[in-house]
């Protein structure tokens, strides 16, 4: 079975900080991974996916994740935060090019705020 | 704007009320889920219909009853719920085939249920 942890329910980080998210995976199989936003009222954004081309992954908002299997990890970050970065982040897992699983299995979620 | 469509927004009903959510998606795909996000809980999957047919129940209770009329519509049909129903309802679509090869799922911006 598939998982993903996010360590950390919460980060706090000033206005041009670096941000660093943490998300740790298990899988029998080589993954797709993903890292959704959700702002305060609204729905999952995609932010970036990893699908076992480049394992140094380009989304929006200048966020990059790098897929690390030696480690099980495809932490998020991002240089320089901005104000606006505040919302709430998840890590997801799902199947694999060598897997038939579909189900698509999200962390508990990390809330970053930005200090200014 | 992701391509999906929920409606409301914000549903407040009574424990012996029938109520629906709606969803609605304009990205051509075929498969369609719901999703329930409490506070402080994980994302969780309710309902999964791949060209209209319910490939998924996750032991949701029979007080939540999906519908899936065509592959662009779902709805939730809602009847004598409880308090701790509450919760964020977000309804997503994805384009599935048979070797999903990292599909993106796209969320709507959910609809808000509170039950008194």
């Known amino acids: 079975a598939q998982s993903v942890t996010q360590l950390g329910s919460h980060v706090s980080v000033s206005e041009g900080a670096l941000v660093l998210l943490r998300c740790n995976y298990s899988s029998s199989v080589p993954p797709y991974l993903f890292w959704y936003v959700q702002y305060p009222n609204q729905g999952l954004q995609l932010l970036l996916k990893y699908t076992s081309a480049a394992t140094l992954v380009k989304g929006i908002n200048g966020f990059e994740a790098e897929f690390k299997k030696s480690e099980t990890s495809f932490h998020l970050t991002k240089p320089s935060a901005h104000m606006s970065d505040a919302a709430e982040y998840f890590c997801?897992?799902?199947?694999?090019?060598?897997?038939?699983?579909?189900?698509?299995?999200f962390g508990s979620g990390t809330r970053l705020s930005i200090r200014p | 704007e992701t391509g999906v469509t929920q409606t409301p927004r914000h549903l407040v009903m009574g424990m012996t009320n029938k109520k629906s959510l709606k969803c609605e998606q304009h990205l051509g795909h075929n498969a369609m889920y719901w999703y329930k996000q409490s506070a402080k809980k994980p994302l969780e999957l309710m309902f999964v219909?791949?060209?209209?047919?319910?490939?998924e129940n996750n032991s949701v209770p029979s007080r939540f009853s999906p519908e899936c009329p065509n592959s662009s519509h779902l709805f939730l049909h809602l009847h004598t719920l409880q308090p701790e129903d509450s919760a964020l309802y977000l309804c997503?679509?994805?384009?599935?085939?048979?070797?999903?090869?990292?599909?993106?799922?796209?969320f709507g911006e959910g609809s808000w249920l509170t039950v008194v």
């Open positions: 997503a679509s994805s384009q599935e085939d048979l070797a999903p090869k990292g599909n993106t799922i796209y």
């Open positions: 219909y791949n060209f209209k047919e319910q490939t």
């Open positions: 997801a897992v799902r199947g694999g090019p060598y897997s038939s699983a579909s189900k698509i299995i």
